[in-house]
């Protein structure tokens, strides 16, 4: 049974929010619950869980989930999408997701009916089956099953997530709003050798180890590497190392270092505290 003080309609609490209240806090049981499937969160030190599940609480009072596709929304479903959302910004805070409010859930991947005009200007129409999508200055789509799947590389929250992160100073690029401290021309030059790089090994043949769907454009590009930042940071720093060192000026955050020395996971602590 959902936890009933813990609504997913977000009003009321974006209402008790805006007149100053604290969010309400999540439920111990619904964060362990969402925890224990994202196993990519196990590495994070106790500091580090306790404020990410503060800044999900702040998150849920702030965004809107819907709904689509005959999905039931729960709890459960709500957490586990905002605990993948706020990892990537635990250190840069809620303010780099501050231009958007709507997330919308199907429970599997979805269709979206797209139209191009090609050189003569005939339209062709088509159906494109997704995953996940980020609407500039809207929503966010996930399908539910795909979210399921977090871990070893794919991760379609991040993903979407690191889009609109991209879009916070304009269209996606794979340049994202940068803080002080990072200058864009560095991280463009960066981005752009390792994505050159990246779109020649694919275009090769190469069976490689992030997905091959990154060399699609450089916003691809920064989105996937962000999951790989987050869920499998060893082959992210073997392979681009000085990007890597980047993701982690940028982010604010080290996931190898987090795994250890040697990339494996240290045992999980618990999730949050008593
Ligand atoms: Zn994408």
Not at 61 to 67: D, G, N, Q, R
Not at 199 to 220: K, L, M
Request: charged share 20%.
């Amino acid at each position: 049974m959902r936890d009933a003080v813990y609504s997913y309609r977000a009003m009321k609490r974006l209402l008790t929010w805006l007149s100053g209240e604290p969010p309400p806090p999540i439920p111990d049981s619904l964060w362990q619950r969402a925890a224990a499937g994202l196993p990519f969160l196990a590495a994070l030190d106790d500091d580090e869980n306790r404020r990410l599940k503060q800044l999900a609480e702040v998150f849920l009072a702030e965004k809107e989930f819907t709904a689509a596709g005959g999905l039931e929304l729960t709890d459960d479903i709500c957490v586990a999408i905002a605990a993948q959302g706020c990892l990537p910004i635990l250190n840069l805070g809620l303010a780099a997701y501050g231009d958007w409010v709507g997330i919308i859930v199907y429970p599997d991947e979805f269709v979206v009916p797209r139209q191009i005009y090609d050189e003569d200007g005939v339209v062709h129409q088509f159906d494109d089956i997704l995953s996940g999508e980020t609407w500039a200055g809207g929503p966010l789509l996930i399908s539910w099953q795909d979210a399921q799947l977090a871990g070893a590389g794919y991760n379609v929250v991040i993903h979407e997530f690191a889009h609109k992160l991209d879009m916070l100073n304009g269209e996606a690029d794979g340049v994202p709003a940068l803080h002080s401290g990072l200058a864009a021309a560095e991280w463009e030059a960066a981005l752009l050798a390792a994505y050159d790089d990246f779109r020649q090994r694919v275009d090769d043949g190469e069976n490689t180890a992030i997905d091959p769907y990154a060399s699609e454009n450089p916003a691809e590009f920064f989105a996937v590497l962000s999951e790989c930042f987050f869920d499998l940071p060893a082959v992210f720093a073997a392979e681009y190392p000085a990007l890597y060192a980047l993701f982690c000026r940028y982010y604010r955050q080290e996931p190898l270092a987090r795994q250890g020395a040697n990339g494996i996971r240290r045992p999980a602590t618990p999730a949050i505290g008593p």
